[in-house]
C-alpha cells in the first residue's frame, strides 16, 4: 500500500512594491485577465485547456507591433477594460473590440502605440461594439510567474495571471524589459473585421453524416444563420438554430440521445451538440466529453469566437483542410479583413479521412479534427477495454517516437487525438506514420499496465448536487425525465428495484480510468471493470450551467468527477474530494490512466471537513499498487458471461422502455 501525501497550498502572493516597469491596477474592469499565446500547451490530456487570448490575432497583432514575442503576456478586456497607472513611460498597444481609450483623459486611438508617461492613468472604457474584447499590450510585455508553463489565467481552475483570476485593484503587474515599437500602427489591412454577422470557415467532422447526423442536418450547419446566445463565456460559444433530426436513436451504451458517443477528445472551434444545444468550444472549454461535433472552426478563424457578441449571426462555411488560412500569418494571408469566407466547398469526406483493418475483429477509423488534427478511433460504439487497449498502445509508440510536429496526445475510451503544428507536420504525412505504426503495435492482449486501486470518500446524494438540480429546474428547464432527482432516473433507467440498489451497486463497483480531464483539471472518466456494475444513464439537454466542484456523476456507462466547477450533463450520485492539487506545480493531477477508484461512504459534514483538509494539505489518500491485464479481465468475463447477460437483459429493457417514454413525450424529435 502507498499514500499520496498532498502537499500544503502556498501561501497567498503579497502585492509587492512597484518595480521600476510596472502597472498598477487603478480600477479592475469588467473581466480582465492577463493571457499568453499560444497559452498551456501540453496538457490537454489532463484536462488542462490551452487559454490564452481567445483572439489571438488582435492580442498578436498588438504585440508584434510593439517590438514584443508575439505571445509576450497582455491583458484580454471582456465589455470593458481597466484603469492602469504607469510607473514609467511605457509603449502601448490597445487592439480588438473599439472602445473609448484614454491616457489621463485625453483619447487616444486603438491600434496605434502609444507612449504612456510615467504616472500617467490609461484607461479602457466599456466596448461599443461589434465584438466582445479588447486587448492591452505593454512594451516588454507582463512579467509574472508562471504555472504549468505558461501565464495565461484559466479563471475556473483558479491559476494563471497574478492570483488565478480576474485583476484586482491595487495589484502591481511587473513589466518585462522595455523595447521600442517597429512601427507606429498596425496596417490597416493586417486588423480583422469585426461584424455581427459572422462568417466562420470549418472543416467537415470529426463526426458528421450519415452516420451521426442525417444529411439534411448538415445541410442545416452549413446553412442556417445561427444566433449567438446570452450564455456564452471562454469556455464555449452556446448557439441558438434549428434542433437535429439525428440519424441515430440513441447513443447505446454512450447514453440515450443520439448526440451521446463515448468518450472523445474535443478540439477547441469544435461545433459541440450537447443535446441539441449547439456549442462552440473555446480556449478555456473541455478536452474530453461524450458528445458529437460535425464541423471544427479552421485554426486561423478561432480567433472570432473571441468578439461573437450576445444577438450576433454566426454561419458555417465549409472549406478544403489545405486551403485553410495558417494560423501563423498575421497579415494578409489570414484573411481576417475579409468579411465573407470565400469557399467553393468542404473536403466533401463527412471528415472520415482513412478505414482500414487493425485486425480480423477491429477496425479503426482517421477522423479530421480540425486542419490541425486527427481523431483516431477503434472499433464499434462499443464499451470494450480491448479498444482501450489499443489506444494506449498508440498513445505510450506515439510517444516514444516523438515525431517532431506533435503538439498534444489525448486519449479518450476509444480514440486518440493528435494535434499538430501543420507546417512541421502535415495530417497526410501524419496518417502514414500512423499507418506505419499500427504495424508495429503488440496485440491488445499482451497489454499489462500499472493499475492502482485508489480510495476516495462519497457523500451519496449530496446537497450541493441537490443544489444543482434544483438551479437547472429553475433556470433551464423543469420537465426534464431526469428531474426532480438524478438516482431515481438511474434507478428507472436501469430496471432496479429500489434506489438503495443504486447505492449498492455504486459502492461496491471498482470504476477503472479510462481518460483524464471529463471534465477538466485531472477528472476522470471512468467505467465498472465489472459490467455487471455499469449503469447506463443519459446526459442532460440542455447541459447544466453550473456543477459543483468533485461532483460525482453517471453519463452513459462512465463515472465522471468534475474537477472543478462549471457545465455539465452526468447525472449526479454524490461528492467526493478534490482530484487536483493546486499547490503541486509539477504533477498536480491525484489519478493516472487505469487507476481503479473505489468508493466509501461519509455523510456531507464529514466530507466538507475533509475537503477542507485536503486544501490545507492535510489529506492523506490510499492508494494501493497493482496492475491491469487485459488477457485475465478477459477470462473473467468469460467465466462470469451467464451472469453479465441477465443483468444487461434487463438493463436493455429498461433503457429501451425510457427510449419509448421519451419519444412519446418528445424528448427525441418525435411526438
Known amino acids: 500500500m502507498t499514500v499520496v501525501e498532498i502537499p500544503a497550498p502556498a501561501p497567498e502572493p503579497e502585492i509587492a512594491e512597484a518595480p521600476a516597469a510596472s502597472v498598477e491596477v487603478v480600477r479592475p474592469g469588467m473581466l480582465v485577465t492577463v493571457q499568453d499565446w499560444p497559452g498551456r500547451v501540453g496538457y490537454w490530456?489532463?484536462?488542462?485547456?490551452?487559454?490564452?487570448?481567445?483572439?489571438?490575432?488582435?492580442?498578436?497583432?498588438?504585440?508584434?507591433?510593439?517590438?514584443n514575442a508575439e505571445g509576450a503576456a497582455g491583458l484580454e478586456c471582456t465589455l470593458g477594460g481597466p484603469a492602469l497607472r504607469f510607473a514609467t513611460a511605457t509603449w502601448v498597444c490597445v487592439t480588438g473590440a473599439p472602445a473609448d481609450v484614454t491616457v489621463d483623459g485625453v483619447p487616444v486611438e486603438q491600434w496605434r502605440t502609444v507612449l504612456v508617461p510615467a504616472g500617467a492613468v490609461l484607461e479602457i472604457g466599456a466596448i461599443r461594439g461589434p465584438g466582445m474584447r479588447t486587448y492591452v499590450l505593454l512594451a516588454g510585455g507582463i512579467e509574472?510567474?508562471?504555472?504549468?508553463?505558461?501565464?495565461?489565467?484559466?479563471?475556473?481552475?483558479?491559476?494563471?495571471?497574478?492570483?488565478?483570476?480576474?485583476?484586482?485593484?491595487?495589484?502591481?503587474?511587473?513589466?518585462?524589459?522595455?523595447?521600442?515599437?517597429?512601427a507606429t500602427a498596425v496596417p490597416a489591412d493586417d486588423r480583422p473585421v469585426l461584424s455581427q454577422r459572422w462568417e466562420l470557415a470549418v472543416t467537415e467532422g470529426p463526426h458528421g453524416a450519415p452516420e451521426f447526423f442525417t444529411r439534411a442536418d448538415f445541410d442545416t450547419v452549413i446553412g442556417t444563420g445561427y444566433e449567438v446566445h446570452f450564455n456564452s463565456d471562454r469556455t464555449g460559444v452556446r448557439l441558438i438554430g434549428p434542433k437535429p433530426e439525428w440519424a441515430r436513436t440513441d447513443?447505446?451504451?454512450?447514453?440515450?440521445?443520439?448526440?451521446?458517443?463515448?468518450?472523445?477528445?474535443?478540439s477547441v472551434g469544435a461545433l459541440d451538440f450537447t443535446g441539441d444545444t449547439p456549442i462552440l468550444l473555446g480556449p478555456d472549454g473541455p478536452s474530453l466529453g461524450g458528445f458529437v461535433c460535425p464541423v471544427t472552426v479552421v485554426a486561423a478563424e478561432r480567433w472570432k469566437l473571441g468578439q461573437l457578441s450576445p444577438g450576433d449571426k454566426v454561419r458555417f462555411v465549409?472549406?478544403?483542410?489545405?486551403?485553410?488560412?495558417?494560423?501563423?500569418?498575421?497579415?494578409?494571408?489570414?484573411?481576417?479583413?475579409?468579411p465573407s469566407v470565400l469557399s467553393p466547398g468542404g473536403d466533401g469526406d463527412d471528415g472520415v479521412l482513412r478505414r482500414a483493418e487493425v485486425d480480423a475483429e477491429t477496425a479503426v477509423t482517421y477522423r479530421r479534427a480540425g486542419d490541425d488534427g486527427v481523431l483516431v478511433e477503434y472499433g464499434a460504439m462499443t464499451l470494450d477495454l480491448g479498444?482501450?487497449?489499443?489506444?494506449?498502445?498508440?498513445?505510450?509508440?506515439?510517444?516514444?517516437?516523438?515525431?517532431?510536429?506533435?503538439?498534444?496526445?489525448?486519449?479518450?475510451?476509444?480514440?486518440?487525438?493528435?494535434?499538430?503544428?501543420?507546417?512541421?507536420?502535415?495530417?497526410?504525412?501524419?496518417?502514414?506514420?500512423l499507418a506505419e505504426a499500427e504495424?508495429?503495435?503488440?496485440?491488445?492482449?499482451?497489454?499489462?499496465?500499472?493499475?492502482?486501486?485508489?480510495?476516495?470518500?462519497?457523500?451519496?446524494?449530496?446537497?450541493?448536487?441537490?443544489?444543482a438540480i434544483t438551479r437547472y429546474m429553475h433556470g433551464v428547464r423543469a420537465d426534464a425525465p431526469w428531474c426532480p432527482w438524478n438516482i431515481e432516473f438511474i434507478r428507472r433507467m436501469n430496471g432496479l428495484a429500489t434506489v438503495q440498489d443504486v447505492y449498492d451497486t455504486v459502492f461496491d463497483a471498482q470504476y477503472l480510468v479510462l481518460g483524464l480531464g471529463d471534465v477538466y483539471l485531472g477528472a476522470p472518466v471512468a467505467t465498472p471493470i465489472d459490467p455487471r456494475h455499469r449503469l447506463v444513464t443519459t446526459k442532460y439537454n440542455p447541459a447544466r450551467t453550473w456543477t459543483p466542484e468533485n461532483a460525482v456523476g453517471i453519463g452513459g456507462a462512465y463515472l465522471c468527477i468534475y474537477g472543478m466547477e462549471g457545465p455539465g450533463g452526468y447525472q449526479f450520485v454524490g461528492r467526493t474530494t478534490q482530484v487536483w492539487n493546486h499547490a503541486a506545480t509539477e504533477m498536480p493531477w491525484l489519478l493516472r490512466y487505469f487507476d481503479r477508484i473505489s468508493w466509501y461512504p461519509v455523510s456531507a459534514e464529514e466530507l466538507l471537513d475533509m475537503r477542507a483538509d485536503f486544501a490545507a494539505g492535510k489529506v492523506e489518500v490510499r492508494a494501493e499498487e497493482g496492475e491491469f491485464?487485459?488477457?485475465?479481465?478477459?477470462?473473467f468475463l468469460a467465466d462470469n458471461a451467464a451472469d453479465i447477460d441477465r443483468f444487461r437483459a434487463t438493463q436493455a429493457k429498461a433503457f429501451a422502455a425510457e427510449r419509448d417514454s421519451w419519444r412519446r413525450a418528445g424528448e427525441l424529435g418525435v411526438d
Request: hydrophobic share 40%; net charge positive; no cysteine.
Open 629 to 635: 491485464r487485459l488477457a485475465d479481465y478477459r477470462a
Open 439 to 467: 504495424r508495429e503495435l503488440p496485440a491488445g492482449t499482451d497489454l499489462v499496465v500499472p493499475s492502482r486501486t485508489v480510495h476516495l470518500p462519497l457523500s451519496w446524494d449530496d446537497p450541493a448536487t441537490r443544489e
Open 318 to 338: 465549409p472549406v478544403r483542410r489545405e486551403h485553410a488560412a495558417s494560423l501563423r500569418d498575421l497579415g494578409p494571408g489570414r484573411r481576417a479583413s475579409w
Open 45 to 67: 490530456h489532463v484536462g488542462v485547456p490551452p487559454s490564452g487570448p481567445m483572439d489571438d490575432l488582435s492580442f498578436r497583432l498588438g504585440n508584434r507591433v510593439l517590438g
Open 251 to 266: 447513443g447505446g451504451e454512450a447514453g440515450l440521445h443520439p448526440s451521446n458517443i463515448h468518450d472523445t477528445p474535443y
Open 144 to 182: 509574472l510567474p508562471e504555472y504549468l508553463g505558461s501565464t495565461a489565467t484559466f479563471t475556473l481552475g483558479r491559476f494563471g495571471g497574478s492570483a488565478g483570476g480576474a485583476l484586482r485593484a491595487g495589484e502591481i503587474l511587473p513589466l518585462g524589459a522595455p523595447r521600442a515599437p517597429l
Open 387 to 433: 479498444l482501450r487497449a489499443r489506444v494506449h498502445a498508440l498513445h505510450q509508440h506515439l510517444l516514444a517516437a516523438n515525431p517532431r510536429g506533435v503538439l498534444e496526445l489525448t486519449p479518450g475510451v476509444r480514440s486518440l487525438q493528435i494535434r499538430v503544428d501543420p507546417h512541421v507536420l502535415s495530417v497526410p504525412t501524419l496518417l502514414g506514420l
